[in-house]
């Protein structure tokens, strides 16, 4: 329902941390917040949920909504951010013929709209000024992260000065989130997301386990559509997949066959090296793939040949890579299969994958034609024919930052970095 960019927080409360039972009641009290506020009045109190895209043919366009249309009022419940809205809508979901009146701002003044309940097909965000204010912060982090290291003293020089340091940003969105709590200009539902989703994958075990500690909060107190969108349009779309495993799985309790979320999950597992649990996904899925979706088979079908991939079990792999490839036309898959015939040192198979790379998407191979011979030298060591490996490295030698693009390309696959450092070892002998 919502986009990726869309944010909610969540405040603690000071009982948690004095009482041994602070905790439950906490998470009690956050619920109970969003289905106990009433609109008073049709006043707009500069909060609410905005609409950005609205579906064709939804509930949301047959009732007369349109973008920038502030959602804050629904029915009984004022809004004032996702949290209340998916609770007040949850609240009148189970009347499924329901008609709801909600109320919006537009051009200065308050409409009142009638929807049916349940799903209203909107991409929305949250109207606040602090949270742009912090996921305009993090947008800017999260781009840095996608910016290969080897470009970053370079092409994106001004970029990495400690003036605009990741963590230096981290510290200004944390400085928002503590601000926006203390002055009440963020929801305790908006503060308790901000919070998780400012830990990475790959901070900290300490860091990591007080992310895990507010995942229990916010699966304990919030509504459970919620934490389905949370899950898939926040922390899955934006890399926090240690926090997205956390969301679908409770979204799973509720709805096992959802194998979309399944599919996602697999993907999540694999992302973090999890590949048992990867594997045991993607089949959960793929039991029934009559009903997967085209993007849910192919998601399936990668997950396995990540997850064959990273145990070492390389014709698994080459099979559902070949079988991800023909349903998804992805040079990933093609990369993938390379990669598990270089490690057996198979070098019929590298070639007809190769060539088949070549023929089904050239623009692509064109672009990685330095990628594929990194591979292709490391499955000629692997094959014994290490004078042929150095020889063909000979091309590239004065190619700039050969590692750094090397590691850039290889580094989300299972074993890539056999890859590079192939390619250093040739070079110094």
């Not at 792999?317 to 015939?341: R, T």
């Amino acid at each position: 329902m919502f986009k990726a960019n869309q944010i909610s927080h969540l405040k603690f409360l000071l009982i948690s941390i004095l009482l041994p039972l602070g905790f439950a009641f906490a998470s009690k009290s956050i619920a109970a917040q969003s289905l106990q506020s009433p609109a008073s009045s049709e006043r707009f109190t500069g909060k609410g949920v905005r609409i950005i895209d609205i579906y064709s043919g939804s509930p949301a366009e047959r009732a007369g909504l349109i973008t920038m249309d502030v959602i804050f009022r629904y029915g009984e419940f004022e809004i004032v951010d996702d949290a209340s809205y998916f609770a007040a809508r949850d609240a009148y979901e189970k009347s499924p013929e329901a008609k709801i009146d909600i109320m919006v701002w537009r051009d200065g003044r308050a409409i009142t709209k009638t929807v049916e309940s349940g799903w209203l097909g909107i991409d929305s965000n949250e109207y606040n000024p602090t949270y742009y204010a912090f996921t305009s912060l993090m947008d800017s982090v999260n781009s840095m992260r996608e910016i290969p290291e080897y470009m970053r003293d370079r092409e994106f020089k001004d970029t990495f000065t400690p003036d605009k340091s990741q963590q230096k940003i981290i510290e200004q969105a944390q400085a928002v989130i503590d601000r926006g709590e203390q002055d009440g200009t963020l929801t305790p539902a908006q503060v308790l997301v901000a919070r998780i989703y400012l830990i990475f994958d790959d901070a900290s075990r300490e860091e990591i386990q007080k992310q895990s500690e507010l995942l229990k909060q916010l699966i304990a107190s919030q509504p459970p559509s919620f934490i389905h969108v949370l899950g898939n349009d926040l922390f899955f779309e934006k890399k926090r997949f240690r926090a997205a495993i956390e969301c679908f799985k409770q979204h799973l309790k509720l709805h096992p066959d959802d194998l979309s979320i399944r599919a996602h999950l697999g993907v999540a597992y694999y992302r973090l090296g999890m590949f048992a649990e990867a594997n045991t996904a993607a089949d959960y899925a793929l039991a029934d793939e009559a009903k997967l979706s085209g993007r849910s088979e192919y998601l399936a079908y990668n997950v396995k040949a990540m997850a064959a991939l990273g145990r070492q079990e390389y014709s698994k792999a080459i099979e559902f890579g070949e079988k991800a490839f023909e349903i998804g036309d992805c040079h990933c898959d093609i990369s993938l299969v390379m990669l598990a015939a270089a490690e057996t040192g198979d070098l019929a198979k590298l070639e007809e994958a190769s060539r088949k790379a070549q023929e089904t998407l050239p623009k692509e191979f064109a672009t990685r034609k330095l990628q594929l011979a990194a591979v292709e030298a490391f499955a000629l060591v692997k094959a014994g024919k290490r004078d042929q490996a150095i020889e063909l490295i000979q091309n590239w030698k004065d190619t700039d930052r050969v590692e750094g693009r090397l590691k850039s390309y290889w580094k989300v696959y299972p074993g890539g970095s056999d890859v590079w450092t192939n390619w250093t070892d040739l070079t110094r002998h």
